[in-house]
């Protein structure tokens, strides 16, 4: 009672102090209007807290509905701009809280100037929370690639792995920065730079992942002055580099050599832009598909670099052959014609078989690679891969293979002419031995870029047995 006239600053006995605690005097008081007012003024202060408190946590939860909204449209990779369309909708649905987003009617917060402040703000506080994990980590390992935007800038693409035994997700994106020039000297400079803001040293990476580019590998200063990996190792002796296991198969294909390898993806790249360029030639493809009942497919592009793509693209010229020699032999286009005089050689049809085989192999070594995989275990499933097509050669894989129906879709007619499905005459020579040298190329070019004297060390952590620990697991 006595409190209330306190806070309110009252004058009277009570707040002045006095003796007299008599219950008249009590009474009095009690019904006194300086006690009545500090009551009412205590009421009207709490309520007016609560309206406050109130206010305020709408406004805070209609501000956390606009950030979810703009990070929800950025993990779709959708523009800023279409976050206003997408508040009003979801003000329209009388979603919770939307309405107190706005402060009178002008200030309506729902425009993109309002989603990219949102944006910064949200990635402020993930960069920050990454920034910290790097910190914490005794030891931190970088994987960087360079590349070029649509604009055909330089970019530096950087992620970060660390040691953080509370969590499952070791490998975070640190940044992708405008390079000025592509040399070694100048990458090196422009990670250093990066990583010391963030008050990470150079000392403290132990580990480097790269691509294959001249200019990331050699430890030399080279001719021009520059190679990546020598800029680090001068700094950082104790710095393990590695030559990204998933961009080394890649090469394994790219840089096949001069065979009838080179000629499969370039044939089918050359189909896909004739299909391409017109639309009524692939309705008529889709047709003649139909009419073999054969998958309705349509040919895809090749991508150099990726197995996965390449083996995409020759499944669907395997699984749509009868169809494209059909629609080809009645092209009356010169190109497609010629298309046709490719498509029916011999070595051509053995190899798309062939790769069936080959690709179906090569393929799941690149799944393991594009895992989070344990380094010590790459000789193990590259080992393996080189078995399977050394077995594969010598016909003992133990499996019925796309060669072994090769034998059966090439017949001969009455006159000894070579078939295939007994529709097409073959072209060429009925050599399977020499489209069999494609396994040998494949596995030089493995050999190459998997070779076991330059990879001990790398392999040597399997005695460590980080594969097998769960403890270890989280940060391998």
Not at 271 to 295: F, G, N
Request: proline content about 2%; some cysteine.
């Amino acid at each position: 009672m006595l409190n209330s006239c306190e806070t309110q600053k009252k004058n009277n006995i009570f707040t002045k102090g006095t003796v007299n605690f008599r219950s008249s005097t009590l009474e009095r008081h009690v019904s006194h209007h300086d006690h009545v007012d500090a009551l009412r003024a205590d009421a009207m202060q709490g309520e007016f807290e609560r309206a406050v408190r109130k206010a305020l946590n709408e406004k805070e939860e209609a501000v956390l509905v606009g950030l979810k909204a703009v990070y929800w449209a950025a993990k779709e990779q959708l523009p800023m701009l279409k976050y206003e369309s997408l508040m009003s909708l979801l003000a329209q649905l009388q979603f919770p809280h939307v309405a107190q987003l706005a402060y009178g009617k002008n200030a309506t917060y729902t425009s993109d100037v309002t989603a990219n402040d949102m944006l910064d703000s949200i990635a402020t506080v993930i960069r920050n929370e990454i920034d910290n994990k790097l910190l914490k980590s005794p030891f931190v390992s970088l994987f960087i690639d360079e590349s070029s935007n649509v604009a055909v800038h330089k970019k530096l693409a950087i992620y970060g792995r660390v040691l953080d035994p509370q969590t499952f997700e070791p490998s975070h994106f640190i940044t992708n920065a405008r390079l000025e020039y592509a040399t070694g000297k100048a990458i090196s400079e422009k990670v250093k730079t990066i990583i010391e803001e963030k008050g990470l040293k150079l000392g403290k990476v132990m580990g480097l992942g790269r691509d294959g580019a001249n200019v990331m590998t050699g430890t030399g200063e080279g001719v021009t002055g520059h190679f990546l990996t020598g800029h680090f190792l001068r700094e950082n002796p104790m710095m393990i580099n590695i030559h990204c296991m998933a961009h080394r198969l890649a090469l394994v294909s790219s840089q096949a050599g001069a065979s009838v390898l080179e000629r499969i993806p370039g044939d089918t790249t050359g189909i896909y832009y004739y299909m391409k360029a017109s639309a009524s030639r692939t309705d008529r493809l889709q047709t003649v598909q139909k009419l073999l009942i054969e998958p309705v497919l349509k040919v895809r592009e090749i991508h150099e670099i990726r197995w996965l793509a390449v083996y995409q693209a020759v499944e669907m010229v395997y699984r749509s052959l009868d169809s494209l020699l059909t629609f080809f032999r009645n092209e009356t286009f010169g190109k497609g014609k010629g298309f046709y005089n490719k498509l029916i050689q011999h070595d051509f049809v053995g190899a798309t078989y062939l790769l069936m085989d080959v690709m179906s192999i090569i393929s799941k070594l690149c799944l393991v690679f594009q895992k989070d995989l344990d380094v010590s275990m790459v000789e193990v499933h590259v080992d393996r891969c080189f078995a399977e097509l050394q077995k594969l050669k010598e016909g003992k894989l133990g499996r019925s293979t796309y060669l072994d129906k090769l034998k059966s879709d090439i017949t001969k007619d009455s006159q000894g002419k070579m078939m295939f499905k007994g529709n097409y005459p073959l072209k060429g020579n009925n050599n399977i031995d020499s489209i069999k040298k494609i396994i040998d190329k494949i596995v030089e070019n493995l050999n190459t870029r998997f070779p076991k004297e330059e990879s001990n060390i790398v392999y040597a952590f399997g005695v460590l047995g980080f594969g097998q620990s769960p403890s270890y697991l989280q940060v391998t």
